[in-house]
């Protein structure tokens, strides 16, 4: 089975999950709960989907093509930006699924001023990881000389 377009639908998942959550923070910043619930638990529904394929399509690469990476061809300023922003986003990736599911159980719970506090921490982070997440996409696949 050809996987190949995995890269792709994660890209379509990280633009989809920064909309819902700017959507979401716009909402709350209306007082609109209930618009500010569908759009963060959208996005967490989009992030743990990208996660989902992204792990099938590492483990699809390394099985299939005896390597699990795509290389950056960029040279100079480009390749440092590019790997500068892969190392940042992997680390920051890490704590996505962490802040989320706290963020949600706490809404939940409806401990608002502690997920409040919680918020201004984690939300930065995973809008972050989101649009770092479509920018090494298009570098990789739309900006990478011999690939």
Request: charge should be positive; hydrophobic fraction near 50%.
């Amino acid at each position: 089975m050809d996987l190949s377009f995995l890269p792709h639908a994660n890209a379509f998942l990280n633009s989809m999950a920064t909309l819902l959550l700017l959507s979401g923070f716009v909402m709350i910043k209306k007082g609109n709960r209930t618009a500010h619930k569908r759009c963060m638990v959208g996005a967490f529904v989009m992030s743990m989907g990208f996660l989902v394929c992204y792990v099938v399509h590492y483990i699809w690469r390394a099985s299939t093509l005896g390597g699990v990476h795509t290389p950056y061809n960029g040279q100079g300023f480009i390749r440092r930006l590019y790997y500068l922003m892969l190392f940042s986003h992997i680390i920051l990736a890490m704590a996505v699924p962490v802040f989320a599911v706290w963020l949600i159980r706490l809404g939940v719970k409806g401990r608002f001023e502690r997920h409040r506090r919680v918020a201004r921490i984690g939300f930065p982070i995973w809008v972050y990881v989101s649009v770092t997440g479509v920018l090494i996409y298009v570098m990789l696949y739309h900006c990478n000389p011999s690939v």
